[in-house]
């Protein structure tokens, strides 16, 4: 069966790995430096405006929030990081729960990691491609695409692209303002979430 992401609701949220749901289905994490438009982003993945709470104050997302789109498959919004205002021993509980929850979570197919298209990939944003390596697929959304020309934006893509990694590495735009990017965004979901479709459809041309 088809994924539809507008039929995305929220279960649950989690500060614990022992608060997260059960480690089974299949699932897609978003995560990003704080104000990259991540919230955003699912946003508009899922048509639904309200769905992760938006603000202009980095750093309020504190929890993983799961988002459940049938039983078996959930869309996973991570701790928006690198807000300097968050505690050293809150920036230390979430290293630990983050770096857990990426490189142990049988359930996680892939993360998305969205970066202001105008400030490019962060430190922090390298440290989590290099930890990640070829352990977990990877995409990068470079969002806020309205913001600058074409021209700047092919430059943009094209110098991200040399800090990919690997062969499950790839990049992509999305405005959120005109859903310019929303299919690719789209595909590359899809492609993690329903992996037997892929095969289904491979074979068959």
């Not at 539809?4 to 749901?21: D, G, I, N, P």
């Not at 290293?95 to 922090?124: H, M, P, Y």
């Amino acid at each position: 069966m088809s994924i539809s992401f507008k039929q995305a609701r929220f279960v649950t949220s989690a500060f614990e790995l022992s608060q997260m749901l059960a480690d089974e289905g299949a699932e897609v994490a978003f995560a990003g430096r704080s104000n990259a438009g991540k919230s955003s982003a699912i946003n508009c993945l899922t048509r639904q405006k309200g769905l992760c709470k938006t603000s202009k104050t980095p750093g309020r997302t504190q929890l993983i929030n799961f988002f459940e789109l049938d039983p078996d498959r959930r869309l996973v919004d991570l701790p928006g990081y690198g807000f300097a205002r968050v505690s050293k021993k809150m920036r230390g509980h979430w290293n630990q729960v983050l770096t857990a929850f990426l490189l142990e979570r049988r359930a996680l197919k892939g993360l998305v990691i969205v970066v202001d298209i105008r400030r490019g990939i962060s430190e922090l944003d390298q440290g989590l491609i290099d930890m990640l390596g070829d352990s977990l697929p990877l995409h990068i959304l470079l969002t806020k695409s309205d913001k600058l020309s074409r021209s700047a934006i092919l430059k943009t893509v094209a110098d991200t692209e040399t800090r990919l990694v690997g062969p499950q590495q790839s990049v992509s735009t999305l405005s959120t303002l005109n859903r310019q990017g929303l299919e690719a965004l789209e595909q590359v979901c899809r492609k993690w979430l329903e992996p037997d479709l892929s095969i289904e459809h491979q074979a068959a041309e």
